[in-house]
């Protein structure tokens, strides 16, 4: 199993009857693996994709307080966006084992950054359980349940995208059957606390975390006992199964203490006071903040991230971590042949997307516009000159109004197009989009509507529910919001659209904000059936100006040096036929050969 498959595979063998998600790599397969393992056990649960993480997480938590076990995963990122209702969550405590999984990205390879979940649950003072791989994942899973029912409060699991993504042989274990009913037992002064109680609230939460850090199950583990030394490794999450590994090729496994830390907060306060008693020195390795190290206070010994043996940022790579170690023990790495670096080509959007027709659109009706964009596969359109701008979830919006007032105190004008995906206009578009209607700001929002959540993995949008949802039309929440000019076009009706597109800056320029709704379906949606349409070819009147290649840059056209003339690379062209708009000389028809 993947990684994130474990997990779900987890969550329905220990009793979860409430899942909730808001996709983002590298959680995105755990809410998609959990619908496949209930389906496959027939289990009755409420699985669902929330409109964000916040959502999501305000969704499961009330199954908990309803005494049943919930669960809910996100990336690292939308941990930021759910910490309003954790933070409160923590205090109030829960009743059905809790858990929140945060997958965190060092690197990061998908992500705007590689911040550490497990900061977040330090300031939410929850415990937070780090997992090694896959198969430790599926452990986890059931003792944060344990953790979480036994001191009432909720759990972290954070896993990292070497974990989520690993494959692992797992074997399923049972699913067990509690039994359990939905039993919410009123009483505000716990779920509707005011300050004074909240104050109370406050230290029976220290009170746990004091039980919490000894709490035998989540105790570091000593790996190999034999091993006698004066220094010590300690090791959490992917970093603790690359130093076992490495330890072993580089035959210190017998000679160097190896303790692996499962729960990095709160760090077990018997094992702080025994590791710092009985070594000299000890590394600390973990990801991707020094979370562990900051909890052994004591800067004469430990050696980490905050003593500067351990990079600060990044990943903490096999390579890495074996050259830290040797150092750290005095011996020599072998030389290894490394492989090649480099090549391959910068990534752009697919052959025929929808987007690549928006942002041509956009570039050639506002060229001197500022164009804030937003988090999806989109964001690629920064390659082609339309995205000046990306700060997370839904900013692009609230980024366009900053950027129109900006100008317009000091006196001047700017045309500022602004665009965001479908689902991350769901997410976190709405409230700046009725912000701007009522500070009367004037930008243009083209809201990319693909109809579906396309670069996690086509999960639903509001719009297109799964079975059973009821829809919510795009169009009538931009109306809803007070929006005056709202507008449906097809992008990959280049002239149409850029009329379209014309129309709504000038709209802006003199009124208030106007969106248009670019709606083209994502060409590699797999819950949609394929469109058949003609590739093109190029005749020979082409110029070779590279207006198609440079400026349009779909990767199916080909420019090729020898005769100066650009190629269609039939193996990719989708036949989306906006080329043809684009050529100035007008050298690209549709392909007369057939398939
Ligand atoms: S028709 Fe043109 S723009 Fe569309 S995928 Fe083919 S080459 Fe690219
Ligand atoms: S835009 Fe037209 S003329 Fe220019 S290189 Fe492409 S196919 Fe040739």
């Known amino acids: 199993m993947q990684g994130n498959e474990a997990i779900a595979r987890a969550l329905i063998e220990n009793g979860c009857v409430v899942a909730t998600s808001y996709p983002g790599t590298p ?15 027939g289990v009755a649960m409420h699985v669902e994709w929330a409109i964000n993480e916040k959502v999501a997480l305000e969704i499961a938590y009330a199954g908990s307080q309803s005494g049943l076990r919930t669960a809910v995963a996100m990336k690292q990122v939308g941990l930021n966006v759910a910490s309003d209702p954790l933070m409160s969550a923590v205090y109030l405590g829960v009743t059905g084992g809790f858990i929140v999984i945060s997958a965190d990205d060092p690197g990061p390879h998908s992500s705007q950054t590689e911040q550490d979940s497990r900061l ?3 300031l939410a003072k929850i415990p937070v359980l780090d997992p090694d791989s896959p198969g430790q994942a599926q452990e986890l899973v059931a003792l944060a349940f344990e953790l979480s029912e036994e001191f009432q409060v909720p759990v972290m699991l954070r896993p990292t ?6 494959c692992q042989d797992i074997q399923p274990a049972p699913v067990k059957k509690l039994g359990r009913t939905a039993d919410f037992r009123k009483n505000p002064s716990r779920w509707a606390a005011t300050p004074n109680f909240r104050y109370r609230l406050h230290l029976e939460l220290n009170e746990k975390l004091a039980r919490m850090a000894a709490y035998g199950p989540t105790a570091p583990r000593r790996l190999n006992p034999g091993a006698r030394a004066n220094k010590a490794i300690v090791a959490s999450g992917a970093a603790a199964g690359h130093a076992r590994e490495i330890m072993k090729n580089l035959g210190l496994w017998d000679n160097i203490p190896f303790f692996q830390v499962i729960q990095p907060y709160p760090l077990h306060s018997e094992f702080t006071t025994e590791i710092l008693r009985d070594f000299d020195e000890i590394l600390v390795l973990e990801e991707t903040t020094g979370v562990i190290e900051m909890q052994l206070r ?25 050259g830290i170690i040797a150092g750290f023990a005095g011996v020599t790495v072998p030389a290894v042949p490394q492989p090649p670096t480099g090549g391959g080509r910068r990534p752009t959007l697919c052959p025929g997307c929808p987007h690549r027709a928006s942002f041509y659109a956009i570039k050639k009706t506002a060229p001197k516009g500022i164009y804030p964009s937003d988090i999806g596969c989109y964001t690629l359109g920064a390659n082609l000159g339309g995205v000046d701008t990306v700060l997370c979830m839904g900013a692009s919006v609230s980024q366009a109004a900053g950027f129109h007032h900006a100008y317009r105190v000091t006196g001047e004008e700017r045309d500022v197009v602004a665009t965001i995906g479908d689902s991350t206009f769901f997410h976190s578009g709405i409230p700046p989009l009725i912000d701007a209607v009522t500070q009367r700001s004037r930008f243009v929002l083209v809201i990319l509507d693909n109809a579906t959540t396309a670069m996690t993995g086509n999960q639903p949008t509001p719009a297109v529910p799964l079975a059973g949802g009821v829809p919510v039309e795009i169009s009538s929440v931009v109306e809803g919001c007070g929006v005056r000019f709202c507008k449906t076009g097809d992008p990959l009706d280049l002239p149409g659209f850029t009329r379209l597109v014309k129309e709504a800056v000038e709209f802006a320029r003199k009124d208030s904000v106007a969106v248009v709704i670019a709606k ?10 394929k469109l058949q349409r003609d590739q093109v070819e190029i005749d020979v009147t082409c110029t070779g100006c590279k207006v198609c290649t440079s400026q349009f840059e779909c990767p199916a056209l080909v420019f090729d040096e020898a005769t100066k003339k650009v190629t269609t690379d039939l193996l990719i062209c989708s036949g989306c036929g906006v080329c043809m708009d684009v050529c100035p000389s007008r050298s690209i028809k549709p392909r007369e050969e057939k398939p």
């Open 161 to 166: 995208t070497r974990v989520c993504h690993a």
């Open 298 to 322: 004591d800067r004469d010994k430990v050696r980490g991230k905050l003593s500067g043996a351990v990079p600060e940022a990044g990943e903490l790579l096999p390579e890495l971590i074996e």
């Open 120 to 122: 977040l649950a330090m």
């Open 27 to 41: 959680a995105s397969e755990i809410l998609s693996g959990v619908m496949s393992w209930q389906k496959a056990e």
């Open 520 to 529: 083209s379906p994502c060409l590699v949606d797999r819950n949609r059936p």
